[in-house]
């Protein structure tokens, strides 16, 4: 019988936790044993895709050397890229543009205001960001001075959010006023994003594992959703600890609301906004 018509085998129980530790060691990512068909099933395709047809041969293929390397690339791919849409969470991004806002009146502004999309996905958050960021400097009369870095470990996402093109299902759910702004429709009917907010983000491949070695610029907003939920509990304080570093003094971390249940910093302070999950730097002077 043909490999690709068969039924898929099931993952054994040291092989599950082969893959899974695996899956944590490199990307941080822990899998309850409820995600067992998840994994076998986004593993499986990719083996069909190659013509293999044993669990223990593709892992072995994987973990060997510069070849495995570009194999999990592949991989990784499938196992962490998860749908998303602009404007996702609108409390949260609201919460960003009254920040601004706020530094904007009381005049706390830097020379520029720097954001930073940590699991970025296909760009939909960064470029979402990037026109609150831009609307609130021009409602108030103000250059925009701005950028936003936006980081994720597939590289993949990152070649569509570059390309700055998106389905219609995707566009026609924004603000009408927003799409006229910011969107040029396509004759096969995709929407590309406007040259003015591709110019504002910048995006690169990280993997949020190895935040002390990517590039220390301290940011205004830190914009970090969906993702800290994946990871172990010790390891989300880590990285919350390590953002607050590249944090400027009264700059702001957002996470998901109810990521993170237990984590305080001393040089950080809760936002008091029910919607939001947000911390705000002391100020040097606090």
């Given at each position: 019988m043909i490999w690709s018509l068969q039924a898929a085998p099931d993952l054994s129980d040291r092989q599950f936790e082969q893959w899974s530790k695996l899956l944590e060691d490199r990307a941080g990512i822990c899998l309850s044993d409820q995600q067992r068909v998840f994994l076998q099933t986004q593993v499986t395709m990719r083996m069909r895709e190659l013509g293999q047809t044993d669990y223990s041969q593709y892992y072995n293929r994987v973990i060997d050397g510069v070849s495995g390397m570009m194999e999990w690339s592949v991989l990784i791919d499938r196992l962490v890229v998860k749908e998303t849409s602009f404007f996702r969470h609108r409390p949260s991004i609201d919460y960003v543009?009254?920040?601004?806002?706020?530094?904007?009146?009381?005049?706390?502004?830097?020379?520029?205001?720097?954001?930073?999309?940590?699991?970025?996905?296909s760009g939909e958050e960064p470029y979402s960001l990037s026109m609150i960021v831009s609307d609130t400097f021009e409602s108030a009369g103000l250059d925009p001075y701005y950028g936003v870095t936006a980081t994720d470990i597939s590289r993949a996402a990152l070649t569509i959010a570059r390309n700055g093109i998106f389905p219609q299902r995707k566009v026609e759910m924004m603000e009408p006023a927003i799409r006229q702004r910011y969107f040029t429709q396509q004759d096969n009917g995709r929407y590309l994003i406007s040259p003015e907010l591709q110019d504002r983000v910048c995006f690169n491949h990280a993997n949020?594992?190895?935040?002390?070695?990517?590039?220390?610029?301290?940011?205004?907003?830190?914009?970090?959703?969906?993702?800290?939920?994946?990871?172990?509990?010790?390891?989300?304080?880590?990285?919350?600890?390590?953002?607050?570093?590249?944090?400027?003094?009264?700059?702001?971390?957002?996470?998901?609301?109810?990521?993170?249940?237990?984590?305080s910093h001393p040089e950080m302070s809760r936002a008091p906004a029910d919607e939001v999950q947000a911390y705000i730097k002391k100020s040097v002077d606090a």
């Open positions: 543009h009254s920040c601004l806002k706020r530094m904007i009146v009381e005049n706390t502004l830097s020379e520029s205001f720097e954001v930073w999309s940590v699991g970025c996905s949020v594992l190895n935040i002390n070695e990517m590039p220390s610029m301290v940011q205004d907003i830190i914009f970090c959703q969906n993702l800290l939920i994946y990871f172990r509990r010790w390891l989300r304080h880590e990285i919350m600890n390590a953002f607050v570093e590249r944090l400027k003094p009264g700059g702001v971390l957002v996470v998901g609301l109810g990521e993170v249940v237990d984590w």
